[in-house]
């Protein structure tokens, strides 16, 4: 069969590499891709959120799958888009509706969601514009720090702790008074500081059964020992030791088996992958956030522990019929180190050649903001390589995966050296 999967990142280059390895695959294409996916299959110049270019794409390349990378074409609805249209209708996609990309598109619904289903998340109030003055009494009677988040997709910043209550005052008024964050944060959730460490779990569910994939750690900040500016990711590991056999049935008692329930009770269709951002509290998992997609820098060591076909589990959401599909996950560790481009999160250098991938010794190099101009690969992105090991112990893989990005250059870049060391 042909498959298409949209996106450009690092997530969709593990996904690529993944699924071109499939017996059910025949030809992929990545749209719009980068230069690291034109070695599983076929870029094609198409943004994500150009529908009727996807539908062209799809029907000229008779592709049988639709497998979504990103957020923003869910909760525009693509899936929707192919289900009206009497051409696409049959064409399967992986990636919720509109409506279950809202888990991921507001932050209202989903605490909402939670709530309804007795999700432990953390105690929140919803405000707006209207409401503004009572989100300002509220935020003087709610303990410090206080979590403001912009209800809607905010690229990655929408979410703001806040130290002092002036601030939080400020930043409420910012956000609903000036829209800070646009359309985005015409609603704020304020939502108490929970404290523990994260853990990012996942879930691939066809609207009724579903499997756990392998869980895995991120981590955010730009600088060693998890300090200064909130990044895309910087890398990510895979087992997560305190993610044990106990305390992944907790999660599944307490969140997974009640989030797909929910679903089912609201009548929400859901076909795709379900990221739960968890906070592990003191052994207590408490749902951060819900993502409608799989996560990136986590994904690129998630596929590398999968050992069953994957494009076998994509059919099993597809038709219904997941339950009957086998998971098998390594019990080996995979670690990603990411690379990035000089200046990053902030104003970054783009257009610098990259050398040096051919001296990586055991790490598979997946591309993220790269493309190809002549005879060379050049940095686009921010984030520009996510350099990705699997190994038999965390120490091994951790090791191999630094040595393996520092065997790379380009002007202007840096990869944080202390990805995992932190759960050794
Ligand atoms: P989100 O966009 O919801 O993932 O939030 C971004 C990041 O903010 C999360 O990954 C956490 O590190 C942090 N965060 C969000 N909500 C909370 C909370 N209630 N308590 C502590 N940290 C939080
Ligand atoms: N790694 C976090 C995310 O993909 O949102």
Known sequence: MNILILGSGGRES???????????????????????TTQYGTNVNIKVTDFEGIK?????EDINLVLVGPEEPLVKGVHDFFLADEQLKNIPVVGPQQEGAQLEGSKDFSKQFME??????AAYRTFTKDTLQDGLTYLATAGLPVVLKAD????????L????????????TAMLADAKFGEASSRVVVEQFLTGIELSVFVMTDGNSYKILPEAKDYKRIGEGDTGLNTGGMGSISPVPFADAAYMKKVEERVITPTIEGLKKDGIPYKGFIFIGLMNSNGEPWVI???????DPETESVMRRIDSDFVDLLLGVAEGNLNEKEIIISPKTAATVVMVAGGYPGEYLKNKVITGTENVRDSIVFHAGTAIDGNDVITTGGRVLAITTVQDDMFSALQQATADASRIYYDGMYFRKDIGFDLL
């Open 161 to 172: 702790i806040c130290l002092t209550l002036e601030e939080a005052q400020t930043e409420l």
């Open 152 to 159: 809607g997709l905010a690229a990655g910043k929408g979410v």
């Open 289 to 295: 956030e819900y993502n409608c997609r799989m996560g």
């Open 116 to 121: 309804r289903h007795n999700i432990p998340t």
């Open 14 to 36: 593990a996904f690529a590499w993944k699924v071109a390895q499939s017996a059910h695959c025949d030809k992929l294409f990545i749209a719009p891709g980068n230069a690291g």
């Open 56 to 60: 062209a794409l799809v029907l000229k």
